[in-house]
């Protein structure tokens, strides 16, 4: 099993552009999830699923869209980028609902918006 | 206020040395799940332990033990004999469940940050 992984490791943006992080998982779980970690603040959902073709909105989604067509896969996309957000992205996987099983992570994309 | 607070921002020890990171949480469920990860300076995030609020337990993993205790919602992480390659991250999470629709979330505290001086 590759587990999480996830693609660019890192990307450099100017402001206003479009991109997708990618996520995928091949450990057959349910539960997929984007953080971002920003300095001295731990890290912050964004969005998550439960299953293909469900999607839920965490603490901070403004400016990020998801979408969940297959079970593997868990893009992120960043419509317009903006210099706040400049951070470092990771997807998480979990067999069921995190509460009930432990949540695997990605290795991370580091992003930079000038 | 914050679900997960992790007092120390920065902690230093002497290798060898014995080090208890904390972790105070606050819910108001009677269910609800706690973590800890490591995440070393190459910045994945790896995962160290889970306990779910009805396990009161202290847990051993080698050098590494947990203490939970409800009465006082903490959930503190000591590292025995400590090396250089136990210096990272450390985050503690608490998973509960939703107030309405929606799924477990989990939330992070600020980490704190170890280093192991040799």
């Known amino acids: 099993n590759a587990g999480v992984t996830q693609t660019p490791k890192f990307q450099v943006l100017k402001t206003g552009q479009s991109m997708t992080l990618q996520c995928a998982q091949d450990m057959n779980h349910e539960y997929m999830s984007w953080y971002r970690q920003d300095p001295g603040m731990g890290l912050r959902l964004i969005h998550y699923s439960v299953g293909a073709g469900i999607t839920d909105q965490g603490e901070v989604p403004n400016g990020y869209n998801v979408s969940r067509s297959t079970t593997e896969d868990f893009p992120l996309r960043l419509l317009s980028a903006a210099p706040s957000q400049t951070s470092v992205y990771f997807c998480?996987?979990?067999?069921?609902?995190?509460?009930?099983?432990?949540?695997?992570f990605g290795p991370g994309t580091r992003l930079t918006v000038l | 206020a914050q679900k997960v607070t992790q007092a120390q921002t920065e902690i230093s020890v002497v290798e060898k040395e014995d080090v208890t990171l904390d972790c105070v949480y606050e819910t108001r469920d009677t269910t609800y799940y706690l973590f800890w990860y490591k995440q070393p300076p190459s910045g994945e995030l790896v995962f160290l332990i889970r306990r779910n609020s009805f396990d009161e337990q202290n847990e051993i993993s080698g050098r590494y033990s947990w203490n939970f205790q409800k009465s006082t919602s903490s959930f503190n992480f000591t590292i025995t004999a400590s090396q250089v390659v136990d210096s990272a991250v450390y985050f503690c999470a608490l998973s509960e469940p939703p107030s309405g629709a929606g799924s477990y979330q989990l939330t992070f505290g600020k980490g704190t940050k170890l280093s192991v001086i040799p």
């Open positions: 998480a996987s979990s067999y069921s609902t995190v509460g009930l099983d432990t949540q695997y």
